[in-house]
């Protein structure tokens, strides 16, 4: 997990604690902890050492062992426990202008509202106007609100949708039938904005994994149904896409379905300078070319090609392209690949 990762996590924590009308120093503190550690200059092995935790501003021994847990295992108890409180959609209200955590934590514990939806709904009926401390004037600028929100309906910010990207792949991961699962696309890219959320299972049961996405508490309705892909809507709004896998095509649907069309384009031009094809499920040899002169009546002459290495896992199909593994954050082919290929 990168410095900025946990920085979005202590964030959340900040966020759940105001839901809860926690004490307002202990909100603070996890605030404040936050800013602090994206101007830290540290690097990771830093973030797992307490002792060097505890002389950044701002981060106390109780907040230190925190991070050090998500530096060292990329998960948080205490996180879990907190999200485990509210539905997972909930952080959604936040986009709407005009609402805090004490107006969201108001409509959600008299209302039982838990996303967007949920809130226009209650809006148009009038439930929100009749809370204490609400009003028709404060339920106008909520409506207001929604719909200068839905006009701008496929661009999410990328903390809107991080909760429920997060839960999906927890979930998805702790199913019996789930061998690998990660979010890719621009998500896994750390777009400031994202348009859909990708998802890719590895299974042997595509089937089993299919049919409990399509049910998960967050889908708010399908969009299609296939053997090996799935797209729904989510609570928030957002497109999710759902891609089932072998093991074998594991690395190379996470690769594609995470880098920028760019990125992917240049990954599929030094392929074929070696004599592959690469796509979304495999590196394989380029075919014979039929433009090719005949060595032989019937018998095309084939492409010079390097022999093809076994790649498990994306660091192994950069090492193949005679690449250093390129972050996803940094695909974008703006200058990742030559940095790559000097091994700086």
Known sequence: MTKSQIAEVLEEIATLLELKDENPFKIRAYANAARSLETFGGNLADLQDEEALGKIPGIGKAIAAKIKELAGTGKLKYLEELRAEFPAAILELFSISGLGAKKIKAL??????????????????????????????????????????????????????????????????????????????????????????DLVVATKKPAAITEFFIKHALVESIIAQGPTKTSVRLRSGIQCDLRVVSSAEYPFALNYFTGSKEHNIEMRSRALERGWTLNEYRLARLPPDPKAKKLRAGQAVRRPTIKIPTVREEADLYRALALDFVPPELRENCGEFEAAEKHS
């Open 108 to 197: 959600y514990e008299q209302l039982q509202i838990s996303s967007i939806e949920q809130l226009r709904e209650a809006c148009e009926l009038g439930r929100v106007a009749q809370l204490p401390g609400f009003g028709e004037t404060t339920q106008a600028k909520i409506c207001t609100a929604i719909e200068q929100r839905a006009k701008h309906f496929g661009y999410f910010q990328f903390g809107q949708i991080a909760a429920e990207a997060e839960t999906l792949r927890r979930d998805l991961a702790a199913h019996a039938d789930a061998l690998q699962v990660d979010v890719a696309g621009s998500y896994r890219r750390r777009r400031e904005i994202v348009r859909d959320v």
